[in-house]
């Protein structure tokens, strides 16, 4: 019933009365009262005036399946979710919900995470109410070496989720962190499980900064959310829908092909690395060369001292010489 009284209240934009909602869902008043009291604490602030009735002045950023169904458009991406108050990570649910069974395109989301994780086994910082936390469980019948691909596909998407969503000019730091400003607003972990010849499983992680008003001292000079940006707050279940419907654009054109070569100059055009000095750093080896974009193969271009080196996703880092990008 609540969720019908904000449908509702939503649509209209301004006072329902009590009368109308009573009719429209065959409830009694009192029903009604109670619902929006229920509502009122839990964060909704929904005016009441007599002969009036009720108008939704504002809402807590809740994320919900019928809140983030209000902006779905997908066939397959995100149309089954799992959305819990707390878990150990995402993609650690995504996999054992995989080893069970589940479909390509179930969508777990977490409004905290207890071990949260980025690339290389790092920690992520996963508070309730800051951020998105959400992995996306695929089974493409693609090469297992083609699999990291993915990862340049899903940052594509998020980016252009963020510019939509919030207007913002995001960039790409290959390979897998998306930046504004030249600080990190998301990081991607892909994580794969498979044999040789063949894919079982793929999950997607997506961390983003949303609601963040700081950060440890340790990573803010390299760390940004989207209200520390742009002063106001996004509604997060329109951006998780948003990275889904994008995603599932990118990824049905890269499915197409098996490689970048649809998406390489919409990646280049946006890649924060491309055209500058980057750091690479290759085991004990490092050394330093002019990122001039990716390839088909998603492998970042590097112009060094000894020639062209294509840098393969995930056996290296890449830093900027003089800072985080």
Known sequence: MRDKILAL???????????????????SRTSIWKSIKALGEQGYKIEAV??????????????????????????????QLLIMDSMDSTNNEAKRRAEAGA????????????????????????????????????????????ASMLTLV????????????????????????VVISGKKVCG????????LTCINHIV??????????????????MATSIFMEVGRKACRAQLIAECMGQF????????????????????????????RCIRVMDGNKEYIGVARGINNRGELIAETGDGIKNIISGEVSVRGVYGYV
């Not at 807590?60 to 809140?67: C, G």
């Not at 169904?69 to 149309?79: D, V």
């Not at 972990?189 to 044999?195: K, N, V």
């Open 103 to 146: 479909d390509a395109g179930l969508l777990v989301i977490a409004e905290e995470q207890t071990g949260g994780r980025g690339r290389r086994g790092r920690s992520w910082d996963s508070k309730k109410g800051e951020g998105i936390f959400m992995s996306l469980l695929l089974r493409p019948d693609i090469d297992p070496m083609d």
């Open 204 to 221: 997607i992680g997506v961390g983003i900064n949303v609601h963040n008003t700081a950060f440890p001292e340790e990573v803010s000079h």
């Open 9 to 27: 209240l939503r649509e209209n934009g301004g006072f329902v009365s009590g009368q109308e909602i009573s009719e429209s869902f065959g409830v």
């Open 154 to 177: 899903m940052g594509l998407a998020v980016r252009d989720a963020l510019f939509y969503v919030s207007g913002i000019d995001c960039l790409i730091k290959w390979p897998n962190d």
């Open 50 to 79: 007599r002969n009036k009735g009720y108008r939704l002045i504002s809402e807590p950023d809740i994320i919900s399946e019928n809140r983030i169904r209000e902006y779905l458009s997908t066939k397959w991406a995100g149309q």
């Open 248 to 275: 599932e654009k990118y990824y049905d054109m890269f499915m197409r092909t098996h490689d970048l070569s649809v998406l390489a100059d919409s990646y280049n055009a946006v890649l924060v690395n491309c055209g």
């Open 188 to 195: 991607i972990l892909t994580e794969m499980s498979g044999e």
